[in-house]
């Protein structure tokens, strides 16, 4: 039976197994939006800006595994969703974005509400089509799910022309997709894992470094296996929290700009670093030369990109991290008998000394709200069970250091864009896949404004995320660089006045919004909003003073770090705005 | 060092912007390119010539490989190989150079494919020294336009060694 492109879209997402696709409508797609009036099977969720719809199918992607589907009109809907695209090309999301076009006799033409989006788009997702005829549509959509789904996951863009939305052509869904240019490594070489084995074995210092290929190969449990069966330590990347559990007691935290003392303390100590799905970004080495000098490194990634791109590696290891794990636990159990436990008690011993040295903390008996309070409030209240989203600057940072992610998929952040106004369309989108769980935005008051008409899409579509605003009156992030590197010329980022009252910015959006101005508040304001199954605005009025600690400044090596401890006390701080 | 690189693409719509996107956006020199159908017209050549150390060719060669387009990637550095380029060039000798142009087009076996009462046209076809070595000597000449295809190269059916 012959179809119309609009149909076969529709018809091949529901073979694809979608549930949901977030999007926002227009001249081109009204063919495919007519459809979705009548439509069981799918529902859409109209967020209120495309760069919404695009972080909700992130969130959703992050929080489930599944590739996130997000459909816009072409011109400004397309371009507005560069920014969610770009976010999950650097984060390896899997993501298929369809955006209209005009009719393929336009292109080109410079056409109403036409932007070439393939092009834009090339270098920041995985891959992009173009659909000129519709009878390549099904095929095209199955291949955009194979790409976006398999090897290094990632966001890939289906462009569809209004012409080819509306003719017509046979539906034949096909079962399986073979692209013989892309063929992923998914089985690691036995030789390597068996050489890496014996390393790991004979290793005196050795740390595993976990990143984000943890979580997107869903290898939670094999590496917590590996690290349990050598003894051997681990720390996460940003990306890669939740791959190991945080509470456990061979967790070092994570590492890097704002990670733990005792974990770069651990790296630039080691002498083998066991590096897993995960790319070495400038954030996690710090100064290149000077990272970790003393150590052999091994190299697990699907990606042989990521391999040797910017740092030396003795032993690299191209293949599924699950699978690797998987062979590689079994060669350890079968064939390594080196007594490692002796060898590493001084390791071991180390690892202590540095995290009684410096340890995580902040003021615990400062009167003022401390945003470091606040997150270890939400870690015990939810009983570290909920999902959290972040948006980004020292929100973000502070909510990676003092909650512990124990599950993978439960923490989503913006890692490698470092995009402001992730967070809360990220968290509808997590809170649309799971409805029974708590799904907390852990925001700042500058990145909320950026996405913060999507609370519309909360209220109107009952999801019940609650949005835990660190309020500190400041772009935050900024102002700590400022303030520690631009003699307090606070130049552009204090937003004080004109921070809206969110309290009532909920209530006109028919949200709740709370307010804590006092610490002794934060705990009754978390529990009541907990407790309401409607969208919440908390919003925390914190200390603005507060920082990010410890702290790598920009281009030193990750174990000289900035303390809290080593700020000079200041007689009064007097606040030096630039207006 | 220097590398010639052979890469077999998919050929599609947008793929040299994938290649040529990949070396812009990773700030990668291209210092030539050359594309033409195979036999398979569903499948395209590029030759990309490229400079770089060792840790950043492999990139380059893997970064291809990553491109979905993309079905194969050879170093042809690392090979036994033949390259080959072709340029035409316009030169206006003086009277009495006229017959020295013809005499260097014979001795790098070039040929005369256009000629007019003030200039000669001449096709040359080798590898880069001797394309040099010929532009070095008509240089004096007098060049007036110069247009190059860019290299191309294919692996020779070697030997193995055993
Ligand atoms: C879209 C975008 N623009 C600019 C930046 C640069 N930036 C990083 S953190 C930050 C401040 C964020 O302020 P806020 O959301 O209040 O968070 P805080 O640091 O105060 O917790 C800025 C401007 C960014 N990351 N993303
Ligand atoms: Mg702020």
């Known amino acids: 039976m012959k179809m119309t492109g609009s149909e076969i879209l529709l018809e091949s997402l529901k073979k694809e197994g979608v549930k949901h696709l977030f999007g926002y409508p227009g001249g081109v797609v009204l063919n495919i939006f007519d459809l979705l009036h009548d ?4 529902q859409l969720i109209l967020t209120r800006h495309e760069q919404g719809a695009v972080h909700a199918a992130d969130g959703y992607a992050r929080a489930t595994g599944k590739a996130g589907v997000a459909l816009v009109t072409s011109g ?6 560069v920014t969610g695209i770009a976010t999950a090309a650097m984060d390896s999301i899997p993501l298929v974005v369809i955006t209209g076009q005009v009719p393929t006799m336009l292109i080109g033409n410079d056409a109403f509400q036409e932007a070439d989006i393939v092009g834009i788009t090339r270098p920041c997702t995985k891959y992009n089509f173009l659909v000129k005829n519709v009878s390549d549509l099904a095929l095209t959509i199955k291949e955009a799910f194979h790409i976006a789904n398999t090897g290094r996951p990632g966001p890939v863009l289906i462009d569809l022309p209004k012409d080819v939305t509306t003719s017509k052509a046979e539906f034949h869904w096909p079962d399986h997709v073979k692209i013989r240019s892309y063929n992923p490594t998914y089985e690691g070489n036995k030789y390597m894992i068996t050489q890496a084995a014996h390393m790991i074995a004979k290793a005196k210092k050795p740390l595993i470094i976990a990143g984000g290929g943890v979580i997107s190969s869903d290898a939670a449990k094999e590496l917590r296996e590996f690290a349990e069966i050598t003894g051997v330590p681990v720390t996460m990347t940003m990306m890669g929290l939740g791959g190991f559990p945080g509470s456990h007691k061979l967790s070092l935290g994570m590492l890097g700009m704002h990670g733990t003392y005792y974990a770069n303390k651990a790296v630039q100590d080691s002498d083998l670093l066991i590096a897993i799905g995960m790319r070495f970004d400038d954030r996690v080495t710090g100064k290149i030369d000077a990272f970790a000098p003393n150590a052999k490194i091994i190299h697990i990634d699907i990606d042989p990109t990521s391999i040797r791109k910017n740092v030396r590696v003795d032993l690299p290891i191209v293949g599924d991290v699950k699978r690797v794990l998987t062979v590689m636990n079994k060669v350890i159990h079968d064939e390594v008998k080196e007594p490692w436990a002796e060898v590493r008690k001084a390791w071991t011993k180390q690892l202590d000394a540095w995290k009684k040295e410096h340890p995580m903390d902040y003021d615990r008996d400062a009167d003022v709200i401390k945003p470091q309070y606040v997150i270890e409030k939400i870690h015990e209240l939810t009983k570290g069970d909920a999902i959290i989203a972040t948006e980004v600057g020292q929100n973000q940072m502070w909510a990676a250091q003092f909650y ?7 923490w989503l952040s913006s890692g490698g864009l470092g995009t402001m106004g992730y967070g809360l369309p990220a968290a509808i989108g997590a809170q649309l896949a799971y409805p029974n769980k708590l799904v907390i935005d852990i925001a700042g008051d500058g990145s909320i404004q950026m996405n913060i008409q ?4 909360a209220v109107i579509n009952k999801l019940p995320v609650k949005v835990a605003i660190l309020n500190n009156r400041f772009l935050g992030m900024v102002r700590q660089w400022q303030e520690l590197f631009f003699q307090e010329r606070y130049s552009h980022t204090k937003l004080d006045e004109t921070v809206p009252d969110f309290v009532k910015i909920a209530e006109a959006y028919s949200a709740v919004g709370l307010r804590a101005t006092k610490k002794s508040e934060v705990v009754p304001v978390l529990k009541e909003a907990f407790a309401i199954k409607r969208p919440v605005f908390m919003d925390f009025v914190i200390d603005w003073t507060e920082k990010v600690y410890p702290m790598v400044p920009a281009g030193a090596a990750i174990d000289q770090m900035l303390f809290r401890e080593q700020e000079v006390k200041k007689p009064e701080k007097k606040l030096k705005a630039v207006k | 060092m220097r590398h010639t690189i052979s ?3 998919e050929n599609k719509f947008g793929v040299l912007s994938r290649i040529s996107g990949l070396f812009s956006g990773r700030g990668y020199n291209i210092e030539s390119l050359s594309v033409g159908e195979t036999i398979d017209p569903n499948i395209s050549t590029m030759t990309i ?3 770089g150390d060792d840790w950043i060719v492999e990139q380059i060669n893997k970064q291809l490989n990553k491109l979905i387009d993309v079905i194969k990637v050879v170093d042809m550095t690392e090979l036994d190989h033949v390259e080959r380029e072709m340029v035409m060039i316009k030169v206006s000798p003086r009277q009495e150079d006229k017959a020295e142009v013809l005499r260097l087009a014979e001795i790098f076996r070039g040929r005369i494919v256009d000629s007019s009462p003030k200039t000669y046209t001449i096709e040359v076809t080798g590898n880069e020294k001797k394309i040099e070595a010929f ?8 060049i007036k336009e110069f247009v190059r295809t860019g290299k191309i190269a294919i692996a020779r059916e070697g030997v193995k060694k055993p």
Do not use: F, H, I, Q
């Not at chain 2, 532009?135 to 007098?142: F, K, Q």
């Open chain 1, 454 to 457: 999507e609370l519309a899409t």
């Open chain 2, 135 to 142: 532009v070095e000597l008509l240089r004096p000449m007098g």
């Open chain 1, 404 to 410: 512990k992610y124990d599950k993978p998929r439960t």
């Open chain 1, 76 to 81: 400004p809907g397309a371009t507005n969703t």
């Open chain 1, 39 to 42: 439509e069981k099977e799918l």
């Open chain 2, 7 to 9: 890469v077999l693409v």
């Open chain 2, 49 to 51: 010539v490229t400079s």
